[in-house]
Every structure is written in structure tokens, then in C-alpha cells.
């Protein structure tokens, strides 16, 4: 959303069907750029002149509808830019996610394919063309298809001096020469999703990706970048678990932050192991030994006490298959470990493997199957033994399960507390259910 510097009630936002605008502060909406199965990517507004807006559309087959518009009106009437005589922007657009830039007069656009990546910018050359003046398009940066996949998010420009020019997605990339070659730079965390420089000091840039919120002094040099998101809840959980035996001891599993744990002796959570966290679980009678793992079954690892974590995957699918799979510490028997996805069922006693991921007989293959479905949908099965399944009848409850949601042994939604040392539980027999 894009919102009129002196003037609040006119505001303008993108959308899957394209460019809208609010002129009585988002009461009412009018369409303004629009072309059918075409929706925007982006939208800029010239804040020193703010009836000049720059957009882009995507469409997934038209190159007629796919572009770069700008509008001098404040978006009631918009030209889609191709160029001048020697220097146009491509014309093959379908299919091709476009991002625009602007610092001072000067436009920028990225075009995105699968397999490639490039950077136009105009120059000082102009032109008209029915009407409206456009300039003259040049390419500056273009890189390899690894490069390319990784520049997924937007591309920037310092709003006062054209050189600095910045690209995001996977990692963050700096230009100091307008955009004819980018340094990825060290510091911030992966998977870049927003940015902003300073109103005052452009030379202060910030970055939200997937680590939170970083600001760099120094247009972002390597090195230069410090966290400034402590105290925001903004971490997402994949899957989380209360300690039964220590009531205070909480750990989970989030995207792209790893596995962290929460003891109750500060509101800083520890980060006990890296990269991308998933399911976890912890043994129902010792609160010292821990379960995680990162994407794939493969990762799937065990930590006892202050030991190191140890793969316990082996035997389990390997290679990109079931990309967050559910696992799960028998609640009474603890030596017994069961994991589910698609349509298969795994049960291990006590693991240990030398490799993980085990492509081959013998690691050992700590898990074996013990429940293999025909389909993935509509079958839940049950067993009081793991070792005979019987299908069973759903009647409507008050309370309705939401697709994605998944039944455990005791609730995973919140902390939940331990029995006072010295009372007794009765253990309820267990039924096993399989979905």
C-alpha cells in the first residue's frame, strides 16, 4: 500500500487484480490499472511529486498485458513504458515477474524468469511517444541461473542518489554503480521480504526478512548490519512441546530459526540447534533428552543432556520426501519412537545410526513400517497393539478438527504443567490412530 504524502485519504494498493486507488481513506476502492489475469507486483509513488506512480503487472501468458506503467496523473490514466529508439525493455513479458525501482527521475526494472535475472535502468536519453515522454533503456546487471533463483524478492534504490541500488530474496545484494554490478553482502539473516532507507539519512537502510529486522549505517556494507527486532513475537512455530517432568522447559521448532528452547530463567529463548526447525518432542520421563529435526525425515536427530545431537533417521525416507514429517515419543514407553507420512507409518525401538541419510541396508535401518495405506485421504485407522488396525467411525462433535491439524497424546498448544513430584497419575491405556 502506497499512501499520499500530504494528502492521507489517497491511497493506493496492489493487488492480484491489479493497481487500486482510495481517495476518501479506504472507504471505497477504484480500479485504476487493471488487465484481465493480470495482477500487480509492485507500486511506487514519486513522494517529491506524488501524482507520478510507476507499477508493474504480471501475467502468465500475455506480453501485452505484462509491463512497466507509469502514470503522471496520480493513477487515473497510465502508459505502459517499452522505451525509445536504442534502448527498449524486453517485449516477451509474459511469464515474467517484473519489479520496479526509482531514485530521483531515474526508473529501474528487474525481469525474472526461471533461469535468468536482469536489470534495466533508463538514462538521460528521452523520447514521445503518443503523447508521453519516456526514456531511453539500458541493461545493467545480468546473472546465471543459480543467482537468478535466488533473487525472488524486490529490488531497491536509494531515493536521492541513483548509484546505491539494491536486490533481494535468498541474500541481500548492493550496488554502488547504478545497478551494472551487485555484491552480496555478509551480516543480515537469510530470505529477504522487505525494505526501507532512512527518511533522513538514506545511507541507514533496514531489512525485514526471515530473521526479523535489521538496520545497516552503511548502505548495507558487509558487516555493517545489526538486529533491531528483540521484543517482536514474530517468530512462526512449526511445532512446539512442554517438558511433562520439568514443568518450566519448553522447546520448538520454527521456520528458518531453528530449534529453540524456553527454561523459564529468562525471556530469551536459547537457540540449541540451527537452521530450519520442525517437529519436536521431548521423552515424557526425562525432560534432559530432546527430540528435533530440520526438512526432511533424514534430519531427524536426538540430544541427550549436554551431549551433541544425534541422527536417528536412518531407515526413514530420504532425499526430498516429506518435507516436515510427524514424529513422536511413545507417551508411556519411551524407548519407542512412531513417524507418519503420506500414507506409511514407522515405528523404531531405542535408535541409533552411524549414517543419516542411509542409502543403503545396513546403518542400521533403525525404523521399519508398520502401517501402509492405500490412499492418504479418508482412512483413520486404530490399534491397541501397533500391530492390528482396524478402521474406525467419526460421529460430528461439538469440537471440529481443521484440515492440516494433526491428534496427539496430550495437548501441544500450550505449556502444559508436570504432576508434583511425589503424586501419582494413572496411565490410561493407549489407543494408536493413524490418518
Not at 12 to 31: E, N
Not at 194 to 200: I, Q
Not at 207 to 225: Q, V
Not at 411 to 419: E, I, M, N
Request: aromatic share 8%; hydrophobic share 30%.
Amino acid at each position: 500500500m502506497r499512501v499520499h504524502p500530504t494528502n492521507p485519504d489517497i491511497l493506493y494498493l496492489t493487488s492480484s487484480t491489479g493497481i487500486h486507488r482510495s481517495i476518501d481513506g479506504g472507504v471505497t476502492w477504484t480500479p485504476v490499472l487493471t488487465a484481465s489475469g493480470a495482477k500487480a507486483t509492485d507500486l511506487l509513488l514519486d513522494k517529491a511529486n506524488p501524482s507520478r506512480l510507476i507499477a508493474a503487472l504480471y501475467h502468465a501468458s500475455s506480453s501485452t498485458s505484462a509491463g512497466v506503467y507509469s502514470s503522471i496523473d496520480g493513477g487515473t490514466s497510465w502508459n505502459k513504458l517499452t522505451g525509445c529508439s536504442g534502448g527498449t525493455l524486453p517485449t516477451a513479458t509474459a511469464d515474467v515477474n517484473i519489479r520496479p525501482a526509482m531514485s530521483g527521475s531515474r526508473i529501474f526494472a528487474s525481469f525474472k524468469t526461471s533461469s535468468s535475472w536482469k536489470l534495466y535502468r533508463t538514462n538521460t536519453v528521452s523520447c514521445t511517444i503518443e503523447g508521453q515522454t519516456e526514456n531511453q533503456w539500458e541493461l545493467g546487471w545480468s546473472t546465471d541461473a543459480d543467482t537468478a533463483k535466488a533473487l525472488w524478492s524486490g529490488i531497491y534504490a536509494d531515493p536521492t542518489n541513483s548509484a546505491y541500488v539494491y536486490a533481494t530474496g535468498t541474500r541481500f545484494w548492493a550496488s554502488s554503480n547504478t545497478g551494472t554490478t551487485f555484491t552480496k553482502m555478509s551480516g543480515p539473516h537469510a530470505d529477504h521480504h522487505g525494505f526501507a532507507t532512512d527518511p533522513v539519512d538514506p545511507k541507514i537502510i533496514y531489512t525485514a526478512c526471515d530473521g526479523g529486522i535489521y538496520r545497516s549505517p552503511n548502505r548495507g556494507a558487509s558487516d555493517t548490519w545489526t538486529f533491531i527486532g528483540e521484543g517482536l513475537t514474530n517468530v512462526e512455530f512449526y511445532d512446539s512441546v512442554n517438558a511433562v517432568t520439568q514443568s518450566n522447559l519448553y522447546i520448538g521448532g520454527t521456520q528458518d530459526n531453528g530449534t529453540i528452547q524456553y527454561d523459564g530463567s529468562s525471556t530469551i529463548w536459547e537457540h540449541i540447534r540451527d537452521g530450519d526447525g520442525a517437529t519436536v518432542d521431548i521423552d515424557p520421563t526425562d525432560a534432559g533428552i530432546l527430540y528435533s529435526m530440520h526438512q526432511y525425515p533424514s534430519s531427524l536427530s536426538h540430544k541427550k543432556g549436554t551431549e551433541s545431537w544425534k541422527c536417528i533417521g536412518c531407515g526413514l525416507p530420504t532425499g526430498s520426501t516429506c518435507f516436515n514429517f510427524h514424529f513422536q515419543v511413545h507417551p508411556t514407553t519411551p524407548s519407542i519412537m512412531l513417524a507418519s507420512c503420506g500414507t506409511s507409518l514407522w515405528r523404531t525401538t531405542n535408535p541409533s545410526c552411524t549414517t543419516c541419510p542411509d542409502t543403503t541396508s545396513g546403518a542400521p535401518l533403525a525404523w521399519t513400517t508398520i502401517l501402509t495405506l492405500a490412499s492418504g485421504t479418508g482412512n483413520v485407522k486404530r490399534s491397541a497393539s501397533m500391530a492390528t488396525w482396524t478402521s474406525t467411525t467419526w460421529v460430528p462433535a461439538r469440537a471440529s478438527c481443521k484440515p492440516g491439524r494433526r491428534a496427539r497424546a496430550g495437548s501441544r498448544s500450550s505449556p502444559r504443567p508436570a504432576p508434583a513430584l511425589g503424586t501419582s497419575r494413572s496411565i490410561p491405556s493407549i489407543q494408536l490412530l493413524f490418518m
